[in-house]
C-alpha cells in the first residue's frame, strides 16, 4: 500500500517535472529561422561552412533536421570546445529560445527528423516493462543496464542518461548521435521510444535498496565492500584490540 | 513456601557467589558430562591480543551471518527455471508481465513484496563480500607475519581450502537468481569449462545438463550453495578453530614471548565478552550496509537471455581477477588442430594463470620450509621486514592480484578518469609483467633498509633532535638509548643463511647423499637468503655502549658487524 502510494507520487513527481520541457518543444514553430540563421553564421559555420554546406573540420548539416540540431546544442555538445575523442556534455551554450532559432533554420535548409512532441516523450504514456525489454536489447550494451553510461573503444563513451531530459533521450535515438546508431522509427516505433523514456525515467526513482553506489554493478560494490565493511570493522578491531590492558 | 524461598536468596546474597539457577544449571551439566574441568581448561586458555588476530573473526562472523540470512531466503526462494510471468500488479512496474523463470520471479518478489526480503537479500549479499575479502585479509596477515610456519602448515592450507570453497559458493549463490548478469556469469563458466582441450565440451554438458544455459544448472547450483559447499565450510571452520586452539595461537614478537610460551589473556573473561562483542559489531555494520545500500539490484538488469550483455556487467570482486585476466588476453592464440579447436585465449588467463596463483598461494609454506630446512616449531610471529625475499614475493603476488582487478574493471577505469579503454588495457598487459619485478626489487630493498635502520637505532638509539656543545667546542646530537622491551623486539629474530652445498665427494671418495634437487635448493635459498642484514649482537651493543651511545658523533663508523657471514641466530 504504502509502496503503492509511493509509485503514485513518484508519476505525478514525474510528470510535472516533464511538462516544462515540453511547452519549450512546442515552441518550434514559433521558431525564427532568420534569428536562426544569424547565430548559425555567426557560432556554427567556421566549421560547418556558410549555409551549412560542411568543410573539411565538420559536416554539412543540410537534413540532419531540427531534432539533431536541439539535441547537440541544448546539451552543450556543439559548439564544440576541444578535439576530443567525441563532444563532450556541457552547460549550454544558447538559451532554448536560441537552440530553437538555429533547428529552425537547419531545417529550413533540408527535411529531417523533427523535434518531438510532449505527447511522444511523456513517460507517463509508456511502458517501463517494455521499455526494459528494449533497453537491454538495443542500448544496455554501451548504456549499461539502468542508462549509467559505459565504455567505448579509444576514449569514447556512451554517456549516463540519468539526467538527460526525455525529449533529448528521444532525439538522440532519432538522430543517432556521434558514435551511437540511429533508431528510426523503422527499427524503435514512436511508442516504443517512449517506452524506452518511460523505463529509464523509472530508474531515477530513489532505489528501493538504499544509495544507488552509482548503478555501476558489482565493481563499485566491491569497492565499498572494503571502504565501508572492512574498513569500519578494522576500526574496531584496532580499538578493541586496544582495550586489553 | 515464597517466605522460605524468600530468605534463603537473602542468604545467598548475603554469600555472594552465583546466583541458584547459573549455579544450578552448572552443576547439573557438570555432574553429567563433566562441565567444570572442561570450562576450567577453556576458559583458563591464554590467548595473545593484537588487533591483527581480529580479521578471521570478522570472516567468521560474516559467515554466521551469511548462514543466518541464507535461512531467511532458502524460505521463499524457488530454485527452478521454469517459465513464468511476473504478476502484472507487482512491484516494480519494469517487470510487470515479463516472462521470466521463476527463480527470477521468485527473486524479485521477495525483493519487493516479502517483508524484510530486500534487507534480507542485502545483508546476504554484502556478508557475501565482505566474508570473502576479510578471509583474504587474514590470509594476508597469515602470510607476511610468517604464521604458516610449522606446525600450522596444516592449519594454512585449511584456511585455504576455505578461501577456495567460498570463492565457489559465491559463484554458485551469485548465478541463483538468474539474472542477465549472473547468466553472463554462468556463460563465461561454461566458456572456461569449455576451453579445457578434450574434456571441456563433455564437462560443459555434464555441467549444464546439456547445451547452455538448459534447465538444470539453478536446481544443481542451489544444491552446490545451501548444502554442499556450506557444509564443507562449516566443517573446516571447525577445524580450523580446534587446530588454533590445539597448537595455541602465534604471538607478535615482544618481551617476554618466546617459542615455547604464550603470553596473554585469558579466554573468559577478556576474549568471551571482546569476541561476542565484535560478532554483534560484524553484524550491526552488514546490517547497516543492508539497509542503506543497494547491492545486486536484479531487477535493473533483468531476467536472464543469453542474448544480451549489457555495458559494465563484472562479477563480484573475488572473481574479477578471472574477468580481468581474460580481458587482458589478446584474442588471437586459438587454434584448430585435426578438428579440435584449442582455445589459448581462454584457457591460458582462466585455468593457466589463475591455477599458478593459487598453486603458488598455497603451496608457499612448504617452498619455504625446503629452502630454509627448518624442523623447529616457530609460535612467534616474523616481523614482515625481517624476512624481506617472503613480504617482497607477497607484494609482488598482490600487485599482480591489483593489475587484474584493474583490468576486470577497465571499462569503468576508462570512463571515470577519462582514460582511453585501449590505453589502459595495453598499459595492463606489459605491467602484469614488469609491475611484479619491480614491487618485488622495490619491497625487498625498503625491507632491508627498515632492517638497518633497526640495526641502527638499537646501537645508537633513538634521535632525540638536541643538539649540545661540549666544553671543548665539539658538537654532538643527544641519542636516547632504547629501553629493553623494545630493543628484544628489534633483535629478536632469527636470520637464515643460504643453504650450503657439501662437497661434491668427502675426503674418503664418498659421494654426498642427495641428488640433483639439492642444488635446485640451494639456488632458491641463495635467492631467498643472500641479501639479509644480520640483527644487533649482544656483543656489538656491549662495544657499542662502552663507546658511550649518548655522544656518538656523525661520521662516526656505524656499519661494524654489518652484513658478516659468520655466526649462528642471534638472541
Same mark, same amino acid.
Given at each position: 500500500m504504502l509502496l503503492l502510494a509511493f509509485a503514485l507520487v513518484l508519476v505525478g513527481g514525474v510528470y510535472t517535472a516533464v511538462t516544462p520541457t515540453t511547452a519549450q518543444a512546442d515552441s518550434l514553430a514559433s521558431a525564427d529561422p532568420a534569428k536562426g540563421a544569424d547565430l548559425f553564421r555567426t557560432n556554427c559555420s567556421t566549421c560547418h561552412g556558410t549555409g551549412a554546406v560542411g568543410s573539411d573540420l565538420a559536416p554539412s548539416l543540410i537534413g540532419v533536421g531540427a531534432a539533431s540540431v536541439h539535441f547537440q546544442v541544448t546539451t552543450g555538445r556543439m559548439p564544440m570546445q576541444a578535439n576530443a575523442p567525441q563532444a563532450e556534455e556541457k552547460p549550454p551554450q544558447f538559451s532554448e529560445a536560441e537552440a530553437l532559432d538555429m533547428a529552425a533554420y537547419i531545417a529550413s535548409l533540408g527535411p529531417g527528423p523533427e523535434i518531438p512532441t510532449a505527447e511522444q516523450v511523456?513517460?507517463? %504514456?509508456?511502458?517501463p516493462a517494455n521499455g526494459m525489454l528494449l533497453f537491454r536489447t538495443n542500448c544496455a550494451m554501451c548504456h549499461n543496464a539502468v542508462g549509467a553510461g559505459g565504455a567505448l573503444s579509444e576514449g569514447k563513451y556512451a554517456p549516463s542518461l540519468m539526467d538527460s531530459t526525455p525529449t533529448v533521450i528521444y532525439e538522440a535515438m532519432l538522430t543517432g548521435p556521434q558514435s551511437m546508431p540511429g533508431f528510426n522509427d523503422a527499427i524503435l516505433s514512436p511508442e516504443e521510444k517512449r517506452d524506452v523514456i518511460a523505463f529509464l525515467i523509472e530508474q531515477r526513482e530513489p532505489q528501493p535498496g538504499g %544509495?544507488? %553506489?552509482?548503478? %555501476?554493478?558489482?565493481v563499485s560494490e566491491g569497492l565499498w565492500v572494503f571502504v565501508v565493511g572492512l574498513g569500519v570493522l578494522i576500526g574496531f578491531s584496532v580499538w578493541i584490540g586496544s582495550r586489553s590492558s | 513456601m515464597t517466605e522460605t524461598s524468600a530468605s534463603g536468596r537473602s542468604a545467598a546474597t548475603a554469600d555472594p557467589i552465583v546466583p541458584k539457577p547459573v549455579s544450578g544449571t552448572v552443576d547439573y551439566l557438570d555432574q553429567r558430562v563433566g562441565a567444570a574441568s572442561m570450562i576450567k581448561g577453556l576458559a583458563r586458555k591464554i590467548f595473545p591480543d593484537h588487533w591483527s588476530f581480529l580479521l578471521g573473526e570478522i570472516a567468521l562472523y560474516s559467515f554466521i551471518v551469511l548462514l543466518l540470512s541464507g535461512i531467511f531466503l532458502t524460505m521463499f526462494f524457488v530454485p527452478s527455471m521454469a517459465e513464468v510471468h511476473y504478476p502484472e500488479d507487482a512491484l516494480p512496474v519494469t517487470m510487470q508481465g515479463i516472462e521470466m523463470s521463476e527463480a527470477f520471479a521468485s527473486t524479485v518478489y521477495m525483493s519487493f513484496h516479502v517483508r524484510g526480503g530486500l534487507l534480507m537479500r542485502q545483508i546476504h549479499h554484502w556478508a557475501a563480500l565482505l566474508f570473502v575479502a576479510s578471509m583474504v585479509i587474514h590470509m594476508l596477515r597469515v602470510f607476511f607475519t610468517g604464521a604458516f610456519r610449522k606446525p600450522r602448515e596444516l592449519n594454512y592450507l585449511v584456511g585455504f581450502s576455505m578461501l577456495i570453497l567460498s570463492l565457489l559458493a559465491g559463484l554458485t549463490g551469485y548465478s541463483l537468481p538468474d539474472d542477465v548478469l549472473s547468466g553472463n556469469g554462468l556463460r563465461i563458466t561454461d566458456g572456461v569449462v569449455k576451453s579445457i582441450p578434450i574434456i571441456g565440451s563433455y564437462m560443459s554438458y555434464m555441467v549444464f545438463g546439456g547445451e547452455f544455459p538448459g534447465t538444470d544448472v539453478i536446481p544443481r547450483m542451489f544444491t552446490l550453495h545451501i548444502l554442499l559447499i556450506p557444509g564443507l565450510i562449516l566443517a573446516l571452520v571447525a577445524l580450523h578453530l580446534f587446530l588454533v586452539f590445539w597448537q595455541k595461537h602465534t604471538q607478535y614478537p615482544g618481551?617476554?614471548?618466546?617459542?615455547?610460551n604464550v603470553v596473554g589473556y585469558p579466554l573468559f573473561p577478556v576474549y568471551m565478552a571482546k569476541a561476542g562483542g565484535f560478532f554483534f559489531i560484524v553484524f550491526g555494520v552488514l546490517a547497516l550496509m543492508g539497509g542503506i545500500m543497494s547491492i545486486n539490484a536484479v531487477w535493473n538488469y533483468g531476467p536472464f537471455d543469453p542474448a544480451l550483455v549489457s555495458a559494465g556487467a563484472q562479477p563480484d570482486w573475488y572473481m574479477l581477477f578471472l574477468e580481468g585476466s581474460l580481458r587482458l588476453m589478446p584474442g588471437q592464440p586459438e587454434f584448430v588442430i585435426l578438428g579440435w579447436t584449442l582455445s589459448l585465449n581462454v584457457l591460458i588467463p582462466a585455468v593457466v594463470l589463475p591455477g599458478l596463483l593459487f598453486t603458488f598461494l598455497g603451496a608457499y609454506p612448504f617452498i619455504e620450509r625446503a629452502v630454509t630446512k627448518d624442523m623447529g616449531e616457530h609460535h612467534v610471529l616474523d616481523r614482515p621486514r625481517n624476512t624481506a625475499t617472503r613480504t617482497s614475493l607477497g607484494a609482488a603476488f598482490l600487485s599482480v592480484f591489483i593489475v587484474l582487478l584493474i583490468a576486470g574493471s577497465n571499462d569503468l577505469v576508462a570512463t571515470h578518469f577519462g582514460l582511453s579503454l585501449n590505453a589502459i588495457t595495453w598499459a595492463l598487459r606489459v605491467l602484469i609483467f614488469v609491475l611484479p619485478v619491480v614491487v618485488f626489487i622495490i619491497t625487498k630493498r625498503i625491507c632491508l633498509a627498515l632492517q638497518r635502520k633497526d640495526r641502527e637505532v638499537v646501537l645508537h638509539g633513538h634521535e632525540t633532535g638536541q643538539v649540545r656543545r661540549t666544553a671543548d667546542g665539539k658538537f654532538y646530537e643527544v641519542h636516547q638509548p632504547l629501553d629493553e622491551y623494545e630493543r628484544w623486539i628489534k633483535v629478536g629474530h632469527h636470520v637464515y643463511r643460504p643453504l650450503q652445498l657439501a662437497a661434491r665427494e668427502d675426503a674418503n671418495g664418498v659421494r654426498r647423499p642427495g641428488g640433483h634437487l639439492d642444488n635446485l635448493r640451494t639456488s632458491f635459498s641463495r635467492f631467498f637468503y643472500e641479501d639479509r642484514v644480520e640483527p644487533v649482537t649482544p656483543t656489538e651493543i656491549a662495544a657499542a655502549h662502552g663507546n658511550g651511545h649518548a655522544e656518538i658523533t656523525e661520521g662516526e663508523p656505524t656499519h661494524a658487524g654489518e652484513l658478516t657471514s659468520t655466526g649462528g641466530t642471534s638472541r
Open positions: 511523456d513517460p507517463a %504514456l509508456g511502458s %544509495l544507488s %553506489l552509482g548503478s %555501476l554493478g558489482p | 618481551p617476554g614471548r618466546t617459542d615455547k
